[in-house]
């Protein structure tokens, strides 16, 4: 048998025994800005995992987190009971989702792989990262300039730069407005 042949022998197996296992998916909600050691859920019961006592486990049950190369992990699984915390990396979702204009949805996702072999389940889990109000809105400008001609109509409008709020939805800008403020008589040369 060739080499290629084995790859697509060995990658039909894996996913028989993924089929075969129960993949599973689950989804929790966590707010952004969290700090450490938050619990957002625990598998083991979320998942509603049984063991069966007739069958020998060559090790305890274990839940490993799949990381990708390069990833910073915003969560950690506890490798013996399927906890799952926030880590000092904080949930940014401007930053995680930046880019993403959805209204609503911003996901962060993991694999975690359910262990030994003979319970062994591969589960993705996603979380949608809910916004808090943690930026302030920006203008352009700290100074905004309009000038005004002596011989305008009474209530004419004039627009001003509108200002920009990462946040989202109630979070983001409802809406804005002038205050009035006296500074005293402008004297031009």
């Known amino acids: 048998m060739d080499l290629l042949s084995r790859t697509y022998l060995l990658a039909a197996l894996l996913t028989c025994i993924v089929f075969q296992s129960g993949a599973q998916e689950k989804n929790y909600t966590v707010r952004e800005e969290l700090p450490e050691n938050v619990l957002i859920g625990n598998l083991l019961k979320d998942l509603n995992l049984t063991l069966d006592p007739d069958v020998p486990l060559s090790s305890p049950l274990q839940f490993k987190l799949v990381y990708k190369t390069g990833d910073v992990p915003l969560v950690h699984v506890e490798e013996n009971t399927g906890e799952i915390f926030t880590t000092a990396n904080r949930i940014d979702r401007e930053k995680l989702c930046s880019g993403i204009f959805s209204e609503n949805r911003c996901f962060y996702e993991v694999e975690v792989a359910v262990l030994p072999d003979e ?71």
């Open 119 to 189: 319970v062994f389940r591969l589960v993705k889990i996603r979380f949608l990262i809910e916004d808090i109000n943690d930026n302030a809105p920006l203008f352009p400008s700290t100074v905004i300039n309009i000038s005004i001609p002596e011989n305008t109509a009474i209530n004419s409008r004039y627009s001003v730069p509108s200002a920009l709020d990462p946040d989202i939805g109630v979070n983001g800008i409802q809406h804005y407005e002038l205050l009035k403020v006296n500074v005293g008589p402008c004297i031009s040369p």
